[in-house]
Antibody, heavy 115, light 107 residues
């Protein structure tokens, strides 16, 4: 089955760190760019980051640049989002998706930044 | 950054109505635009890619048009399952940006 599945969300204090994972299956993972998109409670969608298929090209939203780092392990078919210096405004459901994003989305993982 | 201005922000309509949602880009983005539908508690679903191409499996009552800075999503005859929130996304220039969303509600 073609799918992506996020994990790693949870409660973290302001200033803390968290790493999200996104396990992909059913497609040639290394052939696709992958994206992270987030949605704060009751708010709209926000594009966060994208990484090229080889992992060499990485792009970020201004709101997370310098704090978040996207990476991938094509041998494990897994996408990551390392989130540092977390703020209350980073509280959101984080989705991974294929491409910019395209048609394949995970169910999301909730990150709550609170003391 | 490219700003995507979506209108209206909310819309009340009835089953069978024809509805149009508009997205305007702050600068030209060719046809590098997608439309997404999201229902409460669910992941978004892409309906349209490349501004006017219908995603496989999406009903033909959905259509997209436009190029450059002005884009539209049209639902030709609303069905009960179409009541949701719709977003546009430009993927022409980094950082990519979504419109603020249009909530389509039952009248």
């Amino acid at each position: 089955e073609v799918q992506v599945l996020e994990s790693g969300g949870g409660l973290v204090q302001p200033g803390g760190s968290l790493r999200l994972s996104c396990a992909a299956s059913g497609f040639t993972f290394s052939s696709y760019a992958m994206s992270w998109v987030r949605q704060a409670p009751g708010k709209g969608l926000e594009w966060v980051s994208l990484i090229g298929g080889s992992g060499n090209n990485k792009y970020y939203a201004d709101s997370v640049k310098g704090r978040f780092s996207i990476s991938r392990d094509n041998s494990k078919n897994t996408l990551y989002l390392q989130m540092n210096s977390l703020r209350a405004e980073d509280t959101a459901v984080y989705f991974c998706a294929n491409s910019y994003p395209g048609h394949l989305w995970g169910q999301g993982t909730l990150v709550t930044v609170s003391s | 950054d490219i700003q995507m201005t979506q209108s209206p922000s909310s819309l009340s309509a009835s089953v069978g109505d024809r509805v149009t949602i508009t997205c305007r880009a702050s600068q030209g983005i060719r046809n590098d635009l997608g439309w997404y539908q999201q229902k409460p508690g669910k992941a978004p679903k892409r309906l349209i890619y490349a501004a006017s191409s219908l995603q496989t499996g999406v009903p033909s009552r959905f259509s997209g048009s436009g190029s450059g800075t002005e884009f539209t999503l049209t639902i030709s005859s609303l069905q009960p399952e179409d009541f949701a929130t719709y977003y546009c996304l430009q993927h022409n220039t980094y950082p990519y940006t979504f419109g603020q969303g249009t909530k389509l509600e039952i009248k």
